[in-house]
């Protein structure tokens, strides 16, 4: 789950804008549990085609 579409129960702001003290820490503890949560959903699926593109390239050098 990426934070961009959570909501602030504290200021009732995305919590990616980071308006208020509790949007910021939740911000941070977010971004440190995993390396990729940072990403929005468009950067994980041009991640998720370059992957495919080097696995059908790699595939077809081999055959």
């Known amino acids: ?17 980071g308006r208020c003290p509790v949007c910021r820490a939740n911000r941070e503890r977010m971004q440190q549990e995993s390396p990729l949560a940072g990403l929005n959903p468009m950067m994980l699926i041009a991640l998720l085609a370059v992957l495919v593109a080097a696995v059908a390239l790699l595939a077809h050098q081999t055959v």
């Open 1 to 17: 789950m990426t934070y961009d579409r959570l909501v602030c129960a504290n200021c009732a702001s995305p919590v990616s804008e």
